[in-house]
């Protein structure tokens, strides 16, 4: 079987060119994965506030932060030491999300002079964060992370991911995806919530 000079032209092209594209690849790869293990640089939160990539871990301090509620009041995370907290990354477009918010609602009116819930939102507009919340009688604390820096802080790669924090402000449980009756109270028991 004979190939024309022009095919012949074509699969060596091809041929260089994927050689050379699979390099590429590879030192992408090798460049990303060597960048990702590299600290970035540090910013500026929405409060002004100084913060650097976190590096979140189960027995560490939980990192700071100062972001706005819904309600315009700010809130200050190192304010709020004393308090089991629960911090909640979400969406309204995420179906995971949504579905585990009655069952935040349900464990803050039970527990809720004993426990905080920081349901921060995931860089939407404040109007949609609030028809939402109006609509489903959200009583908790609604965060809004405009510039997604504490998401960014915090690690955040999916949604719903949820942070359980002592009163000492350490935490003490991270869990991605939506939660179940069990694993809330499980959670919550770790920070001194409930029997």
Known sequence: MEIS???SLWILLASLFGGIGLGFAALLVWGVGKYVLQSAPSAVDGGGNEIRPSEVEIGSLAPGFTLDALNGQQVKFDDLRGYPIMIN????????????????QDRYDQYGSHLLILAINASEPRQDVLDYV?????????????????????????????????????LQA?????????????YLRMIGVGK
């Open 5 to 7: 000079r022009g095919k």
């Open 89 to 104: 990354f979400w969406a309204t477009w995420c179906g995971p999300c949504t579905s585990e918010m009655p069952l935040l």
């Open 134 to 170: 109006n609509l489903e009688g959200l009583t908790f604390s609604i965060l809004l992370d405009p510039d997604g820096s504490i998401q960014d802080l915090y690690n955040i790669h999916a949604y719903p991911t949820s942070f359980f924090i002592d009163a000492e402000g350490v």
């Open 174 to 186: 991270q869990h991605i995806g939506s939660l179940s009756a069990t694993q809330i109270d499980q």
